[in-house]
């Protein structure tokens, strides 16, 4: 039957107070504590590793095929070490 109560879901029990943690991510229930520390490291390693390959196949284009080395090629150097 529509519109008997029944056909309403259950609301949801109130969530125990935790000071200093704000909402949870979308679609991860309450209760789920799930860190994303071993995410953001592996994410900041790999995007690393891909901006260093990227310098390093500019160095080597600019070095060995082209045989020029410019100050920017050393600036890009300083900001991928830094």
């Known amino acids: 039957m529509a519109g008997n109560s029944t056909d309403v879901p259950p609301p949801l029990p109130p969530r125990p107070p935790q000071l200093g943690i704000g909402p949870g991510p979308i679609g991860v229930p309450w209760g ?7 995410d953001i490291i592996v994410s ?10 990227f310098v390093a196949a500019r160095l080597y284009t600019r070095r060995v095929i082209i045989s020029v080395l410019n100050w920017e090629d050393w600036l890009i150097v300083a900001a991928q070490v830094s």
């Open 32 to 38: 789920v504590d799930r860190g994303y520390s071993v």
């Open 44 to 53: 900041a390693v790999v995007t690393g590793l891909i901006g260093t390959a």
